[in-house]
């Protein structure tokens, strides 16, 4: 079958939960059909032309609100943006015409070779005007706002001269994105790098935060101490739960999404998580009547 | 204090090895530098021995994983990632193999996983409407050495010297891995994508130059020249094109020019 070209439109992704579907859930999706408020993949993976991907996610949009994730980008890479790789994203965008489109806040490059990690970056001026105005050519390209969510993080640089918050708040001033909000990350953060999670989330600018991230962490060790690894393969921990309740609690409902990408489970697992969230979303929801 | 560019020098520096590179920029925290920069570079290296794993799972289960990943880590050394989409990591993978394994016994490894590439860059390739023989019907019979026929985009042709497709098929989920006999010499597959998903076949030498011919758009005539098709196994090859859904166009003979 040929693609049947570009959607209509896109349907827009309400304050509910979703979950992130990967290319093992595809067919289980497509099958049960099952209540679930919107799905996200990974840019990366539909770039192609055809195959049995492709087709599928052209099937599940037809179903479910759309949210388009990258992970190549490398925004903040002091290398020239890659073009070819914006050129996809932008194909992409037109191709499946998701609702969100977003990218991280980080750097994957240097002189051409690409370390297909999501590396993190020093918070300074210098790095808030870099971001930004790569940031505003992603914009331009797609001809759309972008989302960029906060990264985990296992180091912090001693040049960092700027919190985390107050980074991500020039960075929306100064580009004009939004913000995805990844509360594991805040989490592991905080326990990485000393990040206080609550004064990050209270500092974040409120109207800027358009998509919530919610995963399972590892631990592992490194001499006598502990990091935590955001490795998105098991279950949120019930830390990263209540961290959540107090983000909507304070942004008020927003679009949560269930990120689930080794170890993955069946998809009645990710889907159960889901269903939790949704149940704080009701909540909020309810607060905010 | 470094600059935005320096302190990505550094870190790249630091991921690729050089875990003091890095170290008078970090806030340690109690963890040293270089600790909390491995995890960087594991995870970076999983990144790639991961896309490489999912690219190549047959020839990763021949070999067995220590050798696969001292595979992985010499190309990586020799290939590293130039793009974000992990999905062409493994583009060179079959040329690294072949410099790596000649002379050892172990060439048909380079075959392997030249099908294997195939395979994955059929997954993901183009599939556009098939078109049926009936579209040959209406074509006089003094045109038909003139005229080609355009093949699915996904459409792969490889001739190996060893039983790699053999090798394949047994090393597939569910299938027992038994050892193939290398002697049992060279195959001939054809790879594409359809609906239903990835289709390997056999076929005869003859027949798989024939398909390539067309693929590099000779006529049907100059195909059947060129490749020494038996004319008595052409309606099958024709008939095997057509009921796989692999000719998506008939293209007419062009016409004569004269001057």
């Not at chain 2, 021949?62 to 880590?73: E, P, S």
């Not at chain 2, 193939?180 to 289709?199: F, K, M, P, T």
Request: one cysteine or more; aromatic letters at 6%; hydrophobic letters at 40%.
């Amino acid at each position: 079958m040929v693609s049947s070209g570009k959607p209509k439109s896109s349907s827009p992704i309400l304050a509910d939960a979703g979950i992130g579907l990967r290319s093992a859930h595809h067919q289980a999706l497509l099958r049960e059909q099952p209540r679930v408020g919107w799905i996200e993949v990974h840019t990366e993976n539909y770039f192609h032309d055809g195959g049995p991907h492709v087709r599928a996610l052209e099937r599940a949009r037809e179903t479910y609100p759309l949210s388009l994730h990258g992970v190549g980008l490398g925004l903040g890479s002091n290398d020239a943006l890659d073009r070819t790789h914006l050129e996809r994203v932008r194909r992409a965008v037109d191709r499946f015409a998701p609702a969100l489109v977003s990218e991280h806040a980080c750097w994957g490059s240097f002189e051409g070779e690409h370390f297909n990690d999501l590396l993190p970056l020093p918070y300074t001026d210098e790095t808030v005007e870099h971001l930004s105005r790569r940031i505003a050519q992603v914009q331009d390209a797609l001809g759309r706002q972008i989302l960029v969510e906060n990264l985990s993080c296992y180091l912090a640089f001693s040049s960092s001269r700027l919190t985390e918050w107050e980074f991500l708040a020039a960075v929306v001033e100064r580009a004009g994105c939004g913000l995805l909000l990844d509360v594991n990350n805040a989490y592991v953060n905080a326990c990485n790098v000393g990040l206080d999670p609550v004064a990050f989330i209270n500092g974040l600018p409120r109207d800027a935060v358009q998509e919530i991230h919610l995963a399972g962490h590892t631990q592992r060790a490194i001499g006598e101490h502990v990091v935590l690894i955001d490795d998105h393969g098991s279950r949120v921990p019930e830390a990263v739960w209540n961290l959540y309740e107090l983000a909507i609690g304070h942004f008020g409902p927003v679009p949560t999404l269930i990120e689930w990408d080794t170890n993955l489970p069946d998809l009645s697992v990710l889907l159960g998580e889901a269903t939790r969230a949704q149940a704080c979303l009701d909540v909020a929801h309810g607060l905010a009547a | 204090m470094a600059s935005l560019p320096e302190l990505q020098a550094r870190f790249s520096a630091a991921v690729r090895g050089d875990p003091d590179a890095l170290a008078c920029e970090v806030s340690s925290g109690g963890i040293d530098a270089a600790g909390r920069v491995s995890i960087y570079r594991s995870n970076s290296l999983a990144m790639f021995e991961g896309a490489l794993e999912r690219t190549y799972p047959v020839l990763r289960r021949r070999v067995g994983d220590d050798y696969f990943h001292q595979l992985a880590r010499g190309y990586r050394a020799r290939h590293p990632s130039r793009s974000g989409d992990l999905h062409w990591i493994g583009e060179h993978f079959p040329g690294y193999v072949a410099n790596t394994e000649t002379g050892t016994g172990y060439e048909w490894l380079a075959e392997l996983a030249a099908l294997e590439w195939a395979c994955e860059t059929a997954l993901v390739a183009r599939q556009e409407p098939a078109v049926g023989p009936d579209s040959l019907a209406g074509l006089p019979p003094d045109q038909l050495g003139a005229t080609g026929l355009r093949l699915q985009p996904s459409l792969r042709c490889i001739a190996t010297s060893f039983p790699v497709l053999d090798v394949w098929r047994a090393n597939q989920p569910g299938a027992d891995g038994a050892p193939i006999d290398l002697a049992r010499g060279a195959q001939c597959v054809a790879v594409s994508c359809s609906e239903a998903g990835l289709e390997l076949r056999e076929l005869s030498p003859a027949v798989l130059e024939f398909i390539r011919l067309l693929q590099d758009e000779a006529t049907l005539g100059e195909a059947v020249d060129r490749s020494r098709i038996p004319i008595e196994t052409l309606p099958d090859a024709l008939g095997l094109l057509f009921e796989a859904g692999l000719v998506t166009a008939v293209r007419p003979a062009e016409s004569e020019t004269h001057q």
